[in-house]
Structure formats: C-alpha cells, structure tokens
C-alpha cells in the first residue's frame, strides 16, 4: 500500500513515516505540485493525503485533486486533506475540497495513521460502485433521479446502451467487451464533465446500461458529444475487416446466423420538467418507452421524449 | 512578389494575388492594401498564407533562387540512383523556379 | 555500445518518465487549460502538433491504470478517453525548463510535417483510419529524443560526425551506437504499451521490409518521412533526403500524376504548419 503525502509539515514527520512503516505502508512524500501529478499520471498511490494550500496556496490542491478524480478510472483513491485550525473555524468548502476525511495540523501520528486506515476501509464498504467502471450503482442512480424530480427544476435523465453488443461479446470476447464498457463509461463521464459538469449526475447500472443526468439545456450538446466521440474511438475497438465491411455475422439470441451492424450507442432521454414526475421508477418507465424506438433505429442515436415521439 | 504567412501581413502591404475565402469567394483583389481590419479577416478564416508586392519580410538567411535549387540537388544527392525520388526532385525544383517568377 | 551497455539503455528507456517538451507550447496549452472556455478539443489541436506530448499521451491511455493496453493507436482517441483533466495534469505534470534547442525546433517541424503527409497520403490511399498513420508520423523519430535525453554524450558525437565526416545520421548512429534511433523508438513505445499500429511504423521506418502487421501504414510513414525530407521542411540533422525502399514503394502504388497533387497539396497544409510554427516562436519571444 503505498500512500502520497504531499505538502512541507505532513511531509517531513519522522514519527509519522516510522508508525505507517511499521505498519506495512510505503509513504512517499512530494511538496510541489508537478512532481505530485507526475506521480498520478506515471504510476499512481494508493492513496492521497494532502495539506490544504500546499505549494503557497496557488490552487495547486484543487488542481492535484482534480487530477486525482480524473484518473479514478480503474480504482477509488481516497483523499485525506490536512487542514489548520483556523480553516476549520472559517469552515472549508467542502464541495469544492471533495474529500473522504480530514485532520488538523500539526498532524498527530496515530490518529493519522487511524484516519488512514479508516478511509481504506470505507472504500470497500460504502459505496454501490459498478466494480468495472467505478461509477454509482442502482441505489445510487435511483436516489439522483429522485433528488432531481424534486428539486424544482428542469432536468434530462438519459439512459445509455451499446447497441448489438451481445454478438459484439460473442465475436471480440468478454474481455473486449469489458473494455468497450470502459470505453463508453470514460466518454460518458469526460462530455458530461466538460460540457455540463453543475448538477450532473453519473452510473452505472451493470453491463452495457448507464444513466446521466444533466440540466436540460445542456441535454442535446452533451448527447451529440457522446455519440461523435464514441464514432471516432470505437475504430479502436473494432478490426480492419469488420470495420471495412461495415458489418459482421454472428449468432442471435435465437441461435440464427444474422448480420450485425458495427458498434454503436442508443441515448433515450426523458425531460423531468417540473412537478411531472412523483418517483424515480415513472421515469424509468417513460425511458423503456423512448429506449424502445431509440433502438430501433439504425446507428447511433438519441431521443429525447416530447410529447411525440417522431 | 512575396508568399508570406497571414501572420506576418502588416498594414500598408499589397496584395499579389487575390485572397480566396475557404469557401471559393474573392475576399480581396489583387492590388488591395492590407489595413488592420482586412488583416483580421483573414487571419479570422484559418487563411495561411497570402501573396504580397515585392519583399517586405525579412527572412533571417533568405537564400537566391540558385542557392535554394543548389539545395535541392544536394538533398536528392544520394538518391540519384532512386528515379521517383528524382522525379520529386525535379518537380520541386520546377515549382520552385514557377513561383520565384510570377 | 555493447551488450552490456544496450542492457542499460533499455532499461533507462523503459524507465524514463519525462521527455522535454518544447517549452513554448507547455506555456500555450496552459494558458490554454486555465482558460474556462478552452475545450479539450481546441488543446487536442495544439496537442496533435507536438510529437512530445503527443506520445505520452498515446504512454498514458495505453497504460495498465488508464484501462486501454495496446489499444489506442490514434490520438484523437486518446483525447477523447482521457479527457480535459488528464490532459491538464499532464501538461502541469511537464517540464518546463527545459531548453529548447535548435535541434529540437528542427525535429518537431520534422515530425510535424511528417504527420501533415501521412494525412494526405493516408486519405489518398482511403485507408480506415487516416488519422492513426498520422499519428505514427507525428511521433515517428521519438527514438531521436529518447537518445538525447538517455544518452546524451553519445548524442552530441552523432551530431558531430554528421557535421564533420558528412555521415547520415543513421550512418552515424550505427557507427557510435550500433543501433538506430528507430530501433530505439521501437523499444521505447513497446514498454510503453503502445500498439503495433504505432509500434512498426516506429521501428521500421527507415527499413519498411521488415513490417510484418502494418506494412501499408509503415510504408506511408517511410515515404512521408522521405518526402518531407525532399521538400527541406525540418531537418534530422542531416540534410540529404534518405533511400527509399523499392518494396514500400511498389506498396504504395502512385503514379506521376499522384506525386504532382500530392506535392501540390502538402504544399499547401505546410502553411498552415510554418503559421503555427511562428505563433509558437512568437510565445517563446512573449516568455523572454
């Protein structure tokens, strides 16, 4: 287990490095911002403790946990801030700071040690996370869509599936099929981040299956670039051939030899309006709706449900 | 008659050679004057380079016509015995000659 | 060098993490990424015009940890996938005192124009993904760096005997290495993960013959790598315009009249390439 300290007081406690080392923890130790994400993009800790405004407070922190969240693809990597009392009596945003727990200054190395292992611990336990992609699961999902039928405002719920990918699984392996979740998962969460981060929402429900909520008048931008970037990148996931024939053969559910067309993405899309919706599960049921003709079209597209469908 | 970079027009230079929008439209004439606004057009649609009257830029060690074909023939110089190689050459030796005259 | 000392070079290679980047368009791009309105498109554009970073961005998305291995060999993917804030902490993540040296100007233009050719003829030839060839000539002569930075009193003895004995630099790498930088290259982006796509047109460049999975795209970065050479658009230090291979030649199946477009349209997009080279010659000049 290797944790990252970074800043001048937490990083140069003798006393704290002796009790993780004992314990088995390998503790590095950076005080500048680049080396810090250096270590992120090149071979990343297991976990990150970080002194609030390390760096001179040049917005390094926010800037290091920021890198830290965007690598968070293949696993959760907990954040630890070190604050001073006197951030603790102005009060830290801790929307903006994120983080999975803190303490205070100067830093106190058991109690450091136990916070550690306290945040490890809770990774494991507490979250619904699809184990694939990392992102919230079904309760999780329910719950978002939930808080944002009742909150007054104007929302998109959009439903993902990877159309024909079960003899996409059958031809390429599971294995690439896999890779193809993670693939759509990584597009969905960089649009989403980018073009509509306020208020959005991310999961996985399992499988080919993902939800997002954005405000809705980022709905259609943020569609147009899931499905122009999934175009240009499932190149990668396809071979010559297939992608030179346009199509491929495999087995259907039925057993029968059929012809498939080549990967591509189906977006239904459901407007919660205001005070349309009492619960999350009416929402899903409009979804299967408009998911029914999304999918039936060829190609990537999505649907946004109005009061007509065509 | 220089091809310079859009980047480098200043005001007060000529035009050689009409400006084309990317679109296949005249933007100017040949033998407009560039000024500030004019410049900013074309910088504005992605237009690279432009033709203008006689030398205004300066190029650190801009070489003669007969240096830059001497150039070439040396680049190709071991690769005579390769002949779409100098083929090439010859045509960027011609293209060379082409645009130096106009 | 001996076996020995090639054991070590491997294993420097294997292990080096940072490779200079021009230090002007570090400074851009992160202008760039504090700016709320910058897309990850716009900085994908400034990115596609450096082989440095474009390389390890193709390191990154190919790793074990980003989830692709072997997988991503275009570069407009690897944006995509990684998205604006890994793209961010890369470019905190780059040095920027290094600096830049003039044959390190010269390389980039090189490997700059290099992919502007690999464009056209890829589209030419309508080959699937035109923009992974292109890729692979962006960062085709990475092994150049990879000797500078790994190797670098060996590195200026290759310059040198360029200069004075008049020896390509391939001659000269042989005769003070006994390898080639694009052996080199080939190394460097298979323990970095990258997939053959992008692997053999490194490795086999200059000796297109020995591509056994991607010849035609190994064939175009050949071809491009001499082109861009005879049209005296960036130098590899040295100026004469290499053999090219009869085999990738034959492959590659173009006519006279193929040339004289092809010529005519490169032309053309290497303006757009000297006006970018200028915007970044004038940020450095911004910096002093």
Redesign the interface.
Known sequence: MRILFVGKQIASSPEIKIVLETKGYQLITREK???A??L???D?PDMLVMEKGFDNNQGSDT?LM??V???Q??VNIPVILAVTQEDIKKGVDWKTYSVDDFFTLPPVPHLVVNRIELALARMVRVFDNNPLSKLPGNTSILQAIQRSIESGEKYAVCYIDIDNFKPYNDRYGFSQGD?VI??VA??T??AV??LARKDSFIGHVGGDDFVFIVREESVQSVCERILD?FE??K???LS?DD??AGCYNEKDRQGRETTFGLLSLSIAVVLTEIDKFAHSGEVATVASQVKHYVKEKEGSNYLIDRRAYR | MQEILSLQAKEDMVLAREVMTPDGRVLCGKGTALTASVIERILKMDISHIAVEGHPVEIEGEKTLEQELADIQNRFSRVTHIQPLQYIKQRLMHLLVNARNE | MDEKQIAEFRRALREA??LPTLPAIISKLTRMAEDPET??EQMGKVISKDHILAIKLLK?VNSA????PQ????L??AI???????I???I????IFELMEEQDVELWEHSLGCAVICSVLAKRLDV??PE?ISTAGLVHDIGKVAIKMELPHQFKKILSATEKEELSVLGAEEKILGISHAEVGGWLSKSWNLPSKLVEPITCHHEPAKAKDEKLATAIVHFSDILVRGMGYGHGADIWVPPMSKQAWDMLGLTADDLDEIIEEVEEKLWDVKGFSLEITQEEMKQE
């Open positions: 911002l680049h080396s994400i250096s992120f993009l090149d990343p800037d920021n890198s969240k965007a690598c693809q293949k890779d993670l693939m990584r597009i969460v960089n981040d980018e970037n240009v990148v190149k990668m996931f010559s992608l030179e | 993490k940072s897309t990850s990154l940890f980003y989830g692709f997988k991503i060999s275009s407009s993917s995509i996938l990684l998205g604006f804030n890994v961010k902490s890369l905190i993540s780059s040095s699937n993904d992974e």
